[in-house]
């Protein structure tokens, strides 16, 4: 069956400084990825998704995320976080045309000034 | 603008009592899902439809049921046989297709009286 690994529950890093949050899949090809965000108390917002090409991926807010199929890996990054992007973050993995998706345990992001 | 709405936003439960949880979509999705979302969990799917009256149990479907009579309309039910029903519930929708995202709601909170 399918999984997402998110290695990290908390990170804290300061504004300004780089980000990375870490996704990882297990599946026998390489799936249907998606990074999605979410404020306390809210919903889940679209960051960015994988369906095929290119694997760096922009996203909104200035995010990107990285596809790397030798380490099954599809990790979040952005250069310059702000004080607005603390929440908490999923990746996500969906196959075929079922449309469901599996989501990790989630990334909650801390931001100090 | 289109979007998906949940209601109500709180709900009390007492012991023993069913109760039903809203969610309507504008958005013309074919496929409608609800999830639970506990502490450190992430999200876990508790039932999904892809076309009207018809519907799937997802990873933790006892203690819940659902129905799907119109395009817009996915309510979700918690009875009484769900002993641990306090969570936050999230709905979400998606065109069918390969990789399509879900778009979500902003949740109902459950709590047990």
């Known amino acids: 069956a399918q999984s997402v690994t998110q290695p990290d529950i908390h990170i804290t890093v300061s504004e300004g400084a780089s980000l990375e949050l870490r996704c990882n899949y297990s599946?026998?090809?390489?799936?249907?990825l998606f990074w999605y965000v979410q404020s306390p108390g809210q919903g889940l917002q679209l960051l960015l998704k994988y369906f095929s090409g290119d694997t760096l991926v922009q996203g909104i807010n200035g995010f990107e995320a990285d596809l790397k199929r030798s380490q099954s890996s599809f990790n979040l990054r952005k250069p310059s976080v702000q004080w607005s992007d603390a929440a908490e973050y999923f990746c996500a993995v969906g196959v075929g045309t079922a449309s469901k998706l599996t989501f990790g345990t989630g990334t909650r992001l801390q931001v100090t000034l | 603008d289109g979007g998906i709405t949940q209601s109500p936003k709180y709900l009390f439960r007492k012991e023993g009592q069913n109760v039903t949880l809203s969610c309507e979509q504008n958005l013309n999705h074919d496929a409608m899902y609800w999830y639970r979302q506990d502490p450190g969990q992430g999200l876990r799917l508790i039932y999904y439809s892809q076309i009207v009256n018809d519907f799937q149990k997802g990873d933790i479907a006892e203690g819940y049921s659902v129905s799907r009579e119109k395009k817009e309309s996915f309510p979700l039910t918690v009875t009484s046989a769900q002993k641990n029903p306090t969570a936050f519930y999230l709905c979400a929708s998606s065109t069918t297709g390969d990789g399509q995202p879900q778009h979500f709601g902003d949740g109902t909170r459950l709590s047990i009286l």
């Open positions: 599946y026998g090809a390489t799936p249907y």
